[in-house]
């Protein structure tokens, strides 16, 4: 009962530590009520380097002389050789090196019990050199664990309230205060060039589009995205049921009309009737449009079959989302376009809008090589905004692409940085806050 109070009363001692000499004084003078030692040093341990802070009883250690020297060295070498499931060390002079053994002799106690302050998180952060005459027995090395345990996470929590408590005092500090506020305004002031950033494709630069030639219903579209045409191509097919019908129907109604005409031209002859001579007018004015009504049906049939306009490729996004489905007159079906006649179109948010001209510098990063950059002219700056597919306000911006790469498709889209004016670095940070400050308020 008596070594749980005092391993409790050691741990409460430890944890009420204001700064690492009291911790240090504690640990080096306090364990020993718990274990018994000849002589104890804390020391930590950080990014592979040892320090000594404290020696026990009211001696003062030396952090260069030989003795702390020599203690940090084989601490080292110890730390490198053990194994994380050992906490507690024992060393002798029989477990060095024959150049070691004469200075261990000279310097240190016959053994030497190595306690490892752990973290869960950082691992070793410390420990304490404890000096005796003999190895501690198993019942000792657990005691010693379980009050190390203890003093790894007070060390831990010191260790972080002290980093805390310096940066805290480096603020508070006038001086600090003024070199911070002299920075800060010369940050403010930094002279930097404003940049615009937007959303940019790779886009045909001279497409042909391919419309839907009537209303009716889109049967097969009969290439695939990307595919190759050549000029006169069938590409797609509409419903031709309803012309045909219409074809079939328009023949008909001329060939009643001309047999009219003959009958009653018949009868004029016969009867020399100047009513009749009337009628044979109205019909042939009736066949001349019935001739009209055949011939536009016939040209609606031909374009049953859509052909293609030029040379390239088809450019769309998924023949099964439009097939069977109806379609109006103009209806865009896809674009064949030259693939290596390109140009990138940037779309510009309203609110990111910079004084720019065609000869601001501009680039581009695509999102399939975003290692590599691209460079632009820009060739054509929208006035008016106008809303994307996603609703979004933009000004359609075109450049040409000076690096063309055969590799570059249509379609591809990435990022494009365009340069305007100088300013200062304060003014670029606040301008879109300010901005979204302005709508706020309704300035």
Known sequence: MDKLLTLLDLQKQAQKAQNLTEFSFAVVNNTQKLIPYKQAVFWTYHDGGVMCHGLSGNAVLDPNGPYATALKRFIKTTLIKHSPNEPILSLTNKDLPENDKEEWQNLFSKTVNLALFTTEHSGIIGGLWLETDKAYSQAEKDVLTEL??????????LTRSQHT????????AKKNRRVIAIVAIAV???????TITAPAEIVAASPKVISVPYDGILEKITVKPGES???GDIIALMDDTTIEAQVEQAAQ???????????TGIESLRDQDSQKKADLQLLRAEI??????LEYAKTLFDKTSIKALADGVAIFADRNSIEGKPMKTGEKLMLIANPNDTELLIRIPIDSLLPISEKSKT????NVTPLSSYRATIKSIGYQASPDPDGLLTYKMRADIKQKDKDLRIGWKGTAKIKSNWSILGYAVLRKPLIALRNLLGL
């Open 165 to 172: 408590h310096n940066i805290r005092n480096w603020f508070k």
């Open 363 to 366: 680039s581009f990063y695509l």
């Open 188 to 194: 403010f002031f930094f002279p930097t060039q404003l």
């Open 253 to 263: 109604a001329l060939k009643t009309a001309q047999v009219s005409l003959s009958k």
């Open 229 to 231: 045409v050549k000029q």
């Open 148 to 157: 190390c345990e203890s003093y790894a996470y007070s060390l831990s929590a």
């Open 288 to 293: 001349a449009t019935k001739r009209v009504e």
